[in-house]
């Protein structure tokens, strides 16, 4: 089965750094993603990891742990834009499936 | 590259009709498509995964015959809401996927009102 777990609201303050958790279970894993998503919008895509490490874009990055299931989105020098919903998603299950975490809504406040 | 859209974005439409919306991959051949259904303050949900040229694959839960997939060519998936009522009122998003991509692209959404 599939099981994915993130915090489902967050505060943070604009210029400073977030870190987002994400804990999954997920049988024939393939990588995780991470998405943000805006009110009324689709998703759109973040970061993608399949290997264990750290991806740096910009000012996001995303790490994945896959011996602890564990993956993390670091925002850094936060933006009032930023202010959104990220979904944590994990990949795999056959079928090229994405299961995806409750979303963790994040306010970026002054 | 990568895009997908979604027709119409939005629609109102009453308790008892049928509502048809069109996934379509513009620059890319998708093998297959996927349809996502999000409550307010929810996460995504998997539907059902659509494979060109063979029936969907409905997850758990999902009624086959109520939300008709047809998936006829590998840039157009349609999903029909059936005899709509207002607790299928919801945000509908497909996203599609082709072998060498590490990812789903996804369309803009639908938001279905049933009256």
């Known amino acids: 089965g599939q099981n994915i777990d993130q915090p489902t609201e967050m505060t943070a303050t604009e210029g400073a750094i977030v870190q987002i958790n994400c804990t999954y279970q997920?049988?024939?894993?393939?990588?995780l993603f991470w998405y943000q998503q805006h009110a009324g919008e689709a998703p759109t895509f973040l970061s993608y990891n399949v290997l264990d490490g750290l991806e740096e874009k910009g000012r996001f990055s995303s790490f994945l742990s896959r011996s602890k299931g564990y993956s993390y989105l670091l925002l850094k020098e936060l933006q009032m834009k930023d202010s959104a919903s990220y979904l944590c998603a994990s990949w795999g299950g056959g079928g090229n499936k994405l299961t995806f975490g409750t979303g963790t809504q994040l306010k970026v406040e002054l | 590259g990568a895009v997908v859209s979604q027709h119409p974005s939005w629609v109102i439409c009453k308790s008892g009709t049928s509502v048809k919306i069109e996934c379509r991959s513009l620059?890319?051949?998708?093998?297959?498509m996927f349809w996502y259904r999000q409550f307010p303050k929810q996460s995504l949900m998997l539907m059902a995964t659509s494979n060109e040229g063979s029936k969907a694959t409905y997850e758990q839960g999902v009624e086959k015959d109520k939300f008709l997939i047809n998936h006829a060519s590998l840039t157009l998936s349609t999903l029909t809401v059936t005899s709509a009522h207002p607790e299928d009122s919801s945000f509908y998003i497909c996203?599609?996927?082709?072998?060498?991509?590490?990812?789903?692209?996804f369309g803009p959404g639908t938001r279905l009102t049933v009256l």
């Open positions: 620059d890319f051949q998708a093998t297959t």
């Open positions: 996203s599609a996927y082709t072998s060498g991509f590490n990812e789903q692209f």
């Open positions: 997920t049988s024939g894993f393939n990588g």
